[in-house]
């Protein structure tokens, strides 16, 4: 049958949020977007952190993971040597090929995700790249998360899942410390300066962050980012305290993606804020933009043509 979709849809990118909500929302939105019920076979390519379990929940509520940050599951683990006696029950099965190799061949999690789609099962692959050269097979829907999600459809020009996740892998970086920078931020403006939390929302850009207030209210910039640059240059650890909260050096701190950070405030280089509110019609809120980049003269009303047409760092 001939898949228009995939004749005329190269990729989309799309921000990689730095909360978990936005993920799942982002990826729910994917999932309407870009599935077809003929999908059988989807390829999720990107490194430890980057949110790809949360990505999946949202693209697929309800799925049983086998593994993810805080769990593993053995009897998923090990389906893939059910020889699917009860393939009849699932319609979807999860994959994770960092943990699946260490339980089982390769050439057993070959069999089974071939058994799958021979069957018209849908196969959810994450760390699709390290099982693509042994399946041969390319998955319909593409999908690698980094400081950008990349969706895309492989045909026979590709992409191949190893390109993909060797932008993403080299991106996500940058995501992890302007995450790190925000929650700096946030802190500071809350304990320091007296921002009401309730009338901020954190936003997403690409090499920096976006801090969104429903009404403007008289801020130093010039204080504020000299006390967020004394505070990343004390070298301060970073580390998740549990679901909801990280530690920065010895406070701590709320978070909704607290294993999104860099490890020490000493990884950041380069960071300056656009030292003015910057109104957001659409929105009615106004912005203050972080940017990792020591140039604060930066012409922010092009920068997704900087950023995703000509992947330039600024």
Do not use: W
Not at 32 to 60: C, E, P
Not at 120 to 131: A, D, G, T
Not at 201 to 222: P, Q
């Amino acid at each position: 049958m001939r898949n228009l979709i995939q004749e005329y849809s190269v990729f989309s990118q799309y921000f990689a949020p730095h909360g978990r909500e936005r993920l799942l929302f982002l990826g729910e939105q994917i999932a309407q977007r870009h599935l077809t019920y003929t999908d059988r076979l989807i390829g999720i390519v990107g490194d430890a952190g980057s949110g790809k379990s949360s990505l999946i929940r949202g693209m697929f509520p309800g799925l049983e993971l086998s593994n993810d940050d805080d769990m593993l599951n053995p009897r998923k683990i090990m389906q893939v040597r059910d020889l699917f006696e009860n393939v009849q029950q699932s319609t979807t099965y999860h994959i994770d090929m960092r943990f699946q190799t260490a339980f089982t061949q390769m050439y057993e999690i070959v069999d089974f995700v071939r058994n799958a789609l021979e069957h018209k099962r849908r196969v959810i692959v994450e760390h699709f790249n390290l099982l693509y050269t042994a399946l041969g097979i390319n998955a319909d829907v593409l999908v690698g998360i980094g400081e950008e999600i990349i969706v895309t459809r492989p045909s026979i020009f590709g992409p191949q899942p190893q390109s993909i996740y060797d932008i993403v892998s080299k991106s996500l970086h940058y995501r992890k410390i302007a995450h790190t920078i925000e929650d700096i931020t946030i802190m500071i403006l809350t304990t320091e300066f007296g921002i009401n939390r309730k009338i901020m929302y954190a936003s997403d850009m690409r090499n920096g962050f976006v801090l969104k207030f429903t009404e403007e209210v008289d801020l130093d910039f010039e204080l504020l980012n000299t006390r967020v640059k004394e505070e990343i240059d004390r070298h301060l650890d970073v580390c998740c305290c549990d679901e909801d909260h990280i530690l920065i050096g010895n406070k701590k701190v709320a978070c909704n993606f607290p294993r999104l950070h860099v490890l020490n405030t000493s990884e950041i280089e380069e960071f300056t804020f656009i030292k003015r509110f910057i109104p957001d019609p659409k929105t009615n809120t106004y912005c203050i933009v972080g940017v990792l980049s020591n140039n604060e003269n930066i012409a922010i009303d092009n920068l997704n043509t900087v950023h995703f047409l000509q992947r330039k760092k600024i």
